[in-house]
């Protein structure tokens, strides 16, 4: 099975940097997608680590270490529409398809 | 064409109704998924369908049942549902076992 933990709430302030932690535990995956999901809408893609270290795009970073179990989300220069639930994912991969989504992190970006 | 559709939007229904969901996406992906996700939850996986086949079926009750027509269309179709199978309904799509791409969802209310 797999276990994914993630902080239930965090709360920044426009224009600083926030960073999301995601530790798992798991048999084994492919991957580990972030997603965007705002209130009342669908998850969006952010990011997709499948090797170790970290991956840009932008104001968003995502990293990844396999031996510590763990993640992060790096968000810079955040803006108000920043806010919004930030969920890890773990990729099953092997041909299942499957992505088991942690709980999510409820980021509020205050002025 | 690069979203996933979804619908209705909104749907309400007694106990006793038929009603069912539809999805549709034209980016070629092979993939499909039914997620459940209630609020403040992360999105629970129902159905997979790789190339127009059931794949997965998480444990979902047989008041939910699933149908590919072809590759670009996902239903389900709900009968005797029950007020706690009120939830956001999303559909996704994806090229293999890489990122989904979600729909906007249906907010489906059981009275």
């Known amino acids: 099975g797999q276990n994914i933990d993630q902080p239930t709430e965090m709360t920044a302030t426009e224009g600083a940097i926030v960073q999301i932690n995601c530790t798992y535990q798991?048999?084994?995956?492919?991957?580990l997608f972030w997603y965007q999901q705002h209130a009342g809408e669908a998850p969006t893609f952010l990011s997709y680590?499948?090797?170790?270290g970290l991956e840009e795009k932008g104001r968003f970073s995502s990293f990844l270490s396999r031996s510590k179990g763990y993640s992060y989300l790096l968000l810079k220069e955040l803006q108000m529409k920043d806010s919004a639930s930030y969920l890890c994912?773990?990729?099953?991969?092997?041909?299942?398809?499957?992505?088991?989504f942690g709980k999510g992190t409820k980021l509020s970006v205050i002025p | 064409d690069t979203e996933v559709t979804q619908t209705p939007k909104h749907l309400v229904m007694g106990m006793t109704n038929k009603k069912s969901l539809k999805c549709e996406q034209h980016?070629?992906?092979?993939?499909m998924y039914w997620y459940k996700q209630k609020a403040k939850k992360p999105p629970e996986l129902m159905f997979v369908y790789s190339y127009e086949k059931l794949s997965i079926n998480e444990s979902v009750p047989s008041r939910f049942s699933p149908e590919c027509p072809n590759s670009s269309l996902l239903n389900l179709h709900l009968h005797a549902l029950q007020p706690e199978d009120s939830a956001l309904y999303l559909c996704?799509?994806?090229?293999?076992?890489?990122?989904?791409?979600f729909g906007p969802g249906t907010r489906l209310t059981v009275l």
């Open positions: 798991t048999s084994g995956f492919n991957g």
């Open positions: 994912a773990l990729d099953a991969g092997a041909g299942s398809y499957q992505l088991t």
């Open positions: 980016m070629g992906h092979r993939a």
């Open positions: 680590n499948v090797l170790d």
């Open positions: 996704a799509s994806s090229q293999g076992e890489n990122e989904q791409f």
